[in-house]
């Protein structure tokens, strides 16, 4: 399973758009890049995937260079509730594997 | 959107007790549920795989007589913590697989588990 390096923190203030990038230099073909949030208490909450160029939702975009060895999770407009850990994960989506989590990001949003 | 509903949210018993956690997946069919447990400032750890209608596997230092887990049908899996003791305390997180497979995976909100 591809390994991937993330920030261990990071922080920003209200209205700011917030770049987080991961690292996953071992990607395999089938792979896919899946960025999840989690709240203390909660469990992870899904937030974007893709495979190759350019994915956006209502929350977030998720840019992914050519050679897929890096990600950039960008959310636009981070607001105070946006203070969570951002998990990056690879895998393929389409096998019966487990995601594999590492440490995360986490992001702290102050006014 | 998918959902996944773990049951209870939270228990708090006595050590030598065993506690039962349900994972259901509400508006999808999962052949593939994960088991996770998370100490707190730490990331989640998997635990095990379990699929629907066979043995589930364990990831290793995972004792598999102490976390027995059942995947009796395509919505529902269960973990039993069997003699619970105050270091099985953490908190524990399911997460399921829809069967059409090119979907992401959902995770139900975690029960905290604390023994006395």
């Known amino acids: 399973l591809a390994k991937t390096t993330q920030p261990i923190s990071m922080d920003s203030y209200e209205g700011q758009e917030v770049n987080i990038t991961c690292s996953h230099n071992?990607?395999?073909?089938?792979?896919?890049i899946t960025w999840y949030q989690q709240f203390p208490s909660q469990g992870p909450r899904f937030i974007i995937q893709g495979y190759k160029t350019k994915v956006t939702n209502e929350v977030a975009s998720l840019f992914i260079p050519a050679d897929r060895k890096s990600s950039t999770l960008s959310l636009p407009r981070v607001s105070l509730s946006d203070t969570a850990v951002y998990y990056c994960l690879v895998g393929d989506s389409n096998s019966g594997y487990a995601l594999n989590f590492g440490k995360g990001t986490s992001l702290l949003v102050t006014p | 959107g998918a959902v996944v509903s773990q049951h209870p949210s939270w228990v708090i018993c006595k050590s030598g007790t065993s506690v039962k956690i349900e994972c259901r997946s509400l508006?999808?069919?999962?052949?593939?549920m994960f088991w996770y447990r998370q100490f707190p400032k730490q990331s989640l750890m998997l635990m095990a795989t379990?699929?629907?209608?066979?043995?589930?596997?364990?990831e290793q230092g995972v004792e598999k007589d102490k976390f027995l887990i059942n995947h009796a049908s395509l919505t529902l899996s269960t973990l039993t913590v069997t003699s619970a003791h105050p270091e099985d305390s953490s908190f524990y997180i399911c997460s399921a697989r829809d069967i059409r497979g090119d979907q992401p995976q959902h995770f139900g909100d975690g029960t905290r588990l604390s023994i006395l």
């Open positions: 071992n990607i395999a073909t089938n792979d896919y």
């Open positions: 379990s699929n629907e209608g066979s043995k589930a596997t364990y």
């Open positions: 508006d999808f069919q999962a052949t593939t």
